[in-house]
């Protein structure tokens, strides 16, 4: 990255999430002058620089990209991804943006799932939209894994979709990866960061009642149609060419509930 580049902001969407949290201070540290667009008001720290806007609405993002290089899109939600991202890309096309990093999942385009589709249709936006782009491809946070697991093991009867399986990823190796890239070239779409062990829902389930010494059943449910089919054929999980993380499920799982 040019001396004008790295002086220049980086604007992140989606600073204020898990992945953010990460993200940021690696940003600083790698000396790089932060700007975060985020729906609500956020004090400014030292070096981070907090904007509204709303990408949804369409409200804030062209004053956001203003003097910008580097534009890394963590932003994202159960629902109209590709509409936000579509409209993101838009404006960073008009702003001159010099490279856009973004952050998709692993699956996306071809598991038949609403969430999985936009993320297709994200990263669609982001390469048709003329801004020189590099796409990650990541699996499913052990963050988010936790918070899914811990409300199924709420449950007085666990559901056990069994062909539904899972390969975690620690949030701050991604958000490593993520600061490496956004420091080199555009490079389209890059290896999958997948975690280094593949678990069924149940398998994580087990281990979380365990390490809180609990109890249930487990019901088996079935997963039908093409969803079920794409789960069975693991179009979720990644193992040609992919990079893997290092830091297992049970490492996270000591990590939070110690």
């Known amino acids: ?15 204020t999430g898990t992945l953010g949290g990460h993200v940021l201070p690696r940003l600083r540290a790698a000396g790089h002058t932060v700007r975060v ?27 956001a990209l203003h003097g910008v290089h580097t534009l890394l899109h963590l932003a994202g939600g159960p629902k109209g991804d ?14 001159g943006v010099r490279h856009v990093v973004h952050i998709s999942v692993i699956g996306a385009g ?18 048709e939209s003329g801004v020189p782009w590099t ?8 963050d988010l894994v936790f918070t899914v697991v811990q409300k199924l093991a709420a449950l007085p009867i666990v559901p056990d979709p069994r062909v539904i ?22 490079s389209g779409l890059v290896p999958e960061l997948a975690g280094p062990q593949v678990y069924t ?13 609990r109890n249930r059943p487990f019901l088996p ?28 499920w049970e490492d996270f799982l000591a990590e939070r509930l110690s």
């Open 1 to 15: 990255m040019s001396d004008a580049a790295t002086n220049a902001p980086v604007l992140v969407t989606g600073g």
């Open 37 to 63: 667009l985020s729906r609500k008001i956020h004090r400014n720290v030292d070096g981070i620089e907090y904007v509204a806007g709303d990408l949804l609405r369409d409200e804030g993002i062209e004053p």
């Open 82 to 95: 590709d509409r936000a991202t579509a409209t993101l890309m838009r404006a960073a096309a008009r702003a």
């Open 110 to 127: 071809r598991v038949p799932i609403g969430y999985f589709e936009a993320k297709r249709g994200a990263e669609r936006a982001v390469s």
């Open 135 to 142: 796409t990650l491809r990541a699996a499913q946070f052990h």
């Open 165 to 186: 399986r899972f390969q975690p990823v620690d949030s701050r190796e991604v958000a490593d990866r993520l600061v490496a890239l956004v420091q080199g070239p555009p």
């Open 201 to 213: 829902l149940a398998d994580l389930v087990r281990s979380y009642l365990a390490a809180r010494r």
């Open 221 to 248: 449910v079935p997963v039908p149609g093409a969803a079920g089919r794409a789960y069975r054929n693991g179009d979720n999980l990644s193992f040609d060419g992919v990079t893997v993380g290092t830091r297992t």
